[in-house]
């Protein structure tokens, strides 16, 4: 949810300052670029050469940058480059003054500028957090629509034991996502995906593999999720990276991939098949490496078992979508396969188009649904094609 995402972390004069060190590693590790404004008075609980560093910008505090040189901090350009703001910790005084709408400081005035969701995490000793005009103050911060990460209970800096300690970074993190995800079309929805290639062993040396880059699968698994899913990804070797909030299996063969996909498959909405499974695999491997001897060699192929075409005959109610991709006759192929393998639509593309198909980051293809309706998509990068193809799952769904 997160990924790409660009987040302006606001870090006020509390005790609680250190921990936006561990907020920013959580941001940046789930693929946010981060931007830190601090409060003079934050400088006095950690220093921005840290927050700097871990964020690899810059840190602000005032509106001028360079007196000399007439250069000034443009907080209506930060607050449009936000699409999310995270006031951790907040004070009760910046949360005072944000309630009334002060801007004596860069980081008030950036809140005043910014249109994105602003997540606001107090933190403060137990009687400041009680008192009336800290609750009112929130709950008109709550009322104009920014979100209250509420404080938690324990130990405090003052020594006394109650509210008012800054939610641990985990817990943040994990309520802007929760968040950022409430009103998706997929929520609660179950998704399995398949990616990239599948390696069939010749001996400990040799495979029979594929093209298959694995681009389309992972940028699939990604759709589903900024859709709200929880998704599963099963790949086949590649050099492709998910975020952990993917739930990743790594398997080798097409009898692994054969084996976890029937495990998974029972549990899920939609399953998509794009990876590219091997058909055939040898049918003997070799303990030992093959070594080379006078004249030619062949290799003895054996079936390997369709799993598409298993899920097809055993769906309970899943969304079945399958991939063809093919270098003739292609709509003809796609259209006896999705009949064959019993799918709610499958995804064709022809290998001969420039810019389509293995190791290209774009892709152009054609959806063919059980009724043959076919929409013919433009090239697009397979980001976009990731996405039409999630939302003609929730036509679907
Ligand atoms: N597929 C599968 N299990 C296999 C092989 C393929 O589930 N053992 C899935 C792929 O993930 C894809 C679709 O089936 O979604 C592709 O159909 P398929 O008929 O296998 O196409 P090709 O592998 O290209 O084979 P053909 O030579 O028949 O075109």
């Known amino acids: ?11 006020t004069g509390s005790i609680a300052a250190y921990k936006s060190s561990f907020i920013i590693r959580l941001l940046i590790t789930s693929g946010a670029s981060v931007k830190v404004i601090m409060t003079e008075s934050a400088k006095g609980f950690i220093t921005p050469l840290t927050l700097g560093t871990l964020s690899k910008n810059p840190v602000l505090t005032d509106f001028i940058k360079d007196e000399d040189a007439g250069i000034w901090n443009n907080h209506v350009d930060l607050g449009i480059w936000a699409d999310l703001m995270l006031i951790a910790p907040a004070t009760a005084n910046t949360i005072a003054k944000m309630a009334k709408g002060e801007a004596d400081s860069f980081l008030l005035a950036t809140y005043l500028s910014a249109k994105c969701p602003v997540f606001v995490a107090p933190a403060m000793d137990r009687d400041m957090y009680l008192h009336g005009s800290t609750k009112d103050n929130l709950d008109l911060l709550s009322k104009r629509g920014d979100k209250i990460i509420e404080s938690q209970f324990g130990e405090l800096a003052s020594g006394l034991i109650g509210e008012g300690r800054l939610s641990e970074p985990e817990e943040i993190i994990d309520s802007i996502v929760n968040e950022l995800r409430s009103g ?34 992972f940028a699939l698994a990604e759709a589903a999720y900024q859709a709200g899913a929880e998704v599963t990804l099963i790949t086949g070797p590649t050099n492709q990276q ?26 899920m909405q939609a399953v998509i098949m794009s990876a590219a499974i091997a058909d055939y695999r040898p049918a003997n491997v070799s303990d030992q490496k093959i070594k080379k001897s006078e004249g030619p060699s062949s290799i003895e192929l054996a079936r390997t078992k369709d799993v598409l075409h298993y ?20 709509i003809e192929h796609a259209k006896n396969k999705l009949k064959k393998k019993n799918l709610d639509f499958i995804v064709y593309n022809s290998i001969n188009e420039e810019g ?42």
Do not use: W
């Not at 399995?192 to 290639?197: F, K, N, S």
């Not at 055993?314 to 006759?329: D, P, R, S, W």
């Open 311 to 330: 899920m097809g005959e055993n769906k309970m109610g899943q969304i079945l979508v399958g991939f063809a991709m093919e270098t003739e006759n292609g």
């Open 242 to 267: 998910a975020g952990d909030y993917i739930r990743r299996i790594d398997v080798e063969t097409a009898e692994d991939m054969y084996q976890s996909c029937i495990t998974q498959f029972q549990d």
């Open 356 to 397: 389509a198909g293995f190791q290209h980051d774009t892709n152009r293809v054609t959806i063919i649904g059980k009724d043959n309706k076919m929409t013919n998509f433009e090239l697009k990068s397979k980001k976009e094609v990731a996405e039409d193809i999630i939302n003609e799952i929730l036509n679907y769904l």
């Open 1 to 11: 949810m997160l990924n790409g995402k660009n987040v302006l972390l606001c870090v």
């Open 184 to 217: 998706k079309p997929l929520l609660g929805k179950r998704i399995m995906v398949t990616a990239g290639p599948t390696f069939e062993p010749i001996d400990p040396v040799r495979f029979i593999g594929n093209r298959s880059s694995g681009k389309m699968g």
